[in-house]
């Protein structure tokens, strides 16, 4: 079964830049679409960008759009989530998921497209 985990959250001044990674066992994420999600405190889940198994991604979530970008490199295994100029409402925990989306081309934002989740990784942008 496939295992995703996040790293490289922390606590970052505000527009300072963080890279999280979502690395995979148990599977090969480039078999996968891959999402990156975020939850602040008693906020809904939601999805910030995604990234298809060739490599086409989503429209960013409008609170982010012109700062993060999402990369991967299927021959690490792993999907970077690139964050810039951070903001305090940026502050959540944030997961990666994984979609066997059968087009290659296709990547969603939506939640209940994705059947593996990491477990998260803080996030805390503050001064």
């Known amino acids: 079964q496939l295992r995703l985990e996040e790293s490289g959250g922390g606590l970052v001044q505000p527009g300072g830049s963080l890279r999280l990674s979502c690395t995979a066992s148990?599977?090969?994420?480039?078999?996968?679409?891959i999402g990156w999600f975020r939850q602040a405190p008693g906020k809904e889940r939601e999805g910030v960008l995604a990234?298809?198994?060739?490599?086409?991604?989503?429209s960013p979530a409008d609170s982010v759009k012109g700062r993060f970008t999402i990369s991967r490199d299927n021959a690490e295994n792993t999907v970077y989530l690139q964050m810039n100029s951070l903001k305090p409402e940026d502050t959540a925990v944030y997961y990666c998921?994984?979609?066997?989306?059968?087009?290659?081309?296709?990547?969603?934002?939506?939640?209940?497209?994705?059947?593996?989740w990491g477990r998260g990784t803080q996030v805390t942008v503050s001064s």
């Open positions: 998921a994984a979609d066997l989306e059968v087009d290659p081309r296709k990547a969603s934002m939506f939640l209940g497209d994705y059947t593996y």
């Open positions: 148990g599977g090969t994420l480039g078999a996968y679409a």
């Open positions: 990234i298809s198994r060739r490599g086409g991604t989503t």
